[in-house]
């Protein structure tokens, strides 16, 4: 089964939920926030001008003209008092500073508040006072407001987004659910059906359908593993039947012409039945129809053989085989179906020498390990692989330009499973390696 692919977290749907979930409350709380600023801003200021005009009518209640009394200002406090009377204005008392000397009635800046009040006396004059109050602690009132709204509107974005990520988390979780029972899902036996949610939403919907395809898929793979197997069937004997008459024609006396011909033939109807056998093999891999007959087998002996039936093919490449055996008086049986180790290791060597570099020594090496056996298969390849961890998948072809139908090592990967292998391959240009490793054999082969 292939590991699952992985994403980088921001390309994620939970991230994007919660990035948008995000946004949205962020646009939320500018509105929301912008309105509590106006409105808070608006009292501090309605509360400061109320302060100034109690300050301010108290000093014009406690001013008097005759006698002329007039109240000590504070710290802080500046203000002018001016007794207006036949038209004429009299000022008693002027402490404004410079910058606010000119206030008009209840002139303001940035930097001070004033208010102007009027008392009338009863002599018939008015007395007026302008009082003004540095604005240093509105502004610092005001400025504490802006501070922690530019602190809790990023911190409050972000605690939205991480909210939305976890909802969103909490929310997709059928859906990894799916995702994860779906990467089980293996056409090497039934195709397990996923679990229907028991709300009918979108996702109840979206697991319907999928069954369906799922359903629809593993009757196609029946299909195509009954017609591969009742093909290969059908092909098998009449291809055992003409490459013996052509075996047979090989034998006598034929003019070099009609020879070459029927040699031609004969290699076809090798490499046709090799593909029946494969296309068979195939249908019972995945339909998990192979029957195992264990028993034990002297690896490097079944080797040899191999190595003899494929010899021919390997002096015409000019290709050369070398076995190493460590350690050379070690017991290298393994306990296993001998008809599927053969094929599993008819495949490798076929391979290393179809793809192998003419003029290369191909090494065979087998390993003993305490309890592991470790088969070794390394060769030089003439072109470059570019995808390796595609090599295992079947049909896959890394050279169209060479004979053969991309099952090889497919077959080589299943096998090793079945029989409780394991198998990997490594590459470093020009160098591939083929490792099959056999656990336990002593306890196998004891019991």
Known sequence: MKKPVSYPFYTSLRFRFGLIFGFAFLCFLLITGLLLYSNVKTQFEKSFAARLKAQGSLLLQETEVSPITIPFPASGEHFSLVYLANAKADTLFNNLPEPVSHFGKNANSGLWRSVALERKLETGGVLRIVYVLPATELNEDIRNLQVILFLYFPLA????????????????????????KADQSSLQGR???LEEPEVRDELHKLTISLNRMLDRIEKQSQYQNAFFASASHELRTPLSVMLTELQTLQ????????????????????????????????????????????????????????????????RRNTQTFKIDLIPENADFEIYTDTSLLITMLLNLLENAVKHGKPDSAIVVRVEKMQDRLILTLRNTVTNR??????????FNRQDHQIDGFGLGLWIVAKLSETIGA????????????????FEEVMNRAQS
């Open 251 to 314: 034998k006598e006396q034929l003019p070099p012409d009609i020879r070459l011909v029927i040699s031609n033939q004969t290699t076809e109807v090798q490499r046709l039945g090799k593909l029946v056998n494969d296309f068979l093999l195939l249908s019972q891999l995945k339909a998990g129809s192979l029957t195992l007959t264990h028993s034990n087998v002297n690896l490097p002996e079944v080797l040899i053989g191999l190595l003899d039936r494929i010899a021919d093919r390997a």
């Open 191 to 193: 195709i397990h059906l």
């Open 157 to 180: 974005f972000l605690a939205a987004l991480m909210a939305g990520y976890l909802l969103s988390g909490f929310l997709l979780r059928p859906i990894e659910n799916i995702v994860s």
């Open 385 to 394: 692989i570019t995808d390796p961890d595609t090599l295992t998948h079947e």
């Open 422 to 437: 394991h198998f990997e391959i490594q590459y470093d240009h020009p160098h591939f390696t083929a490792l099959v490793t």
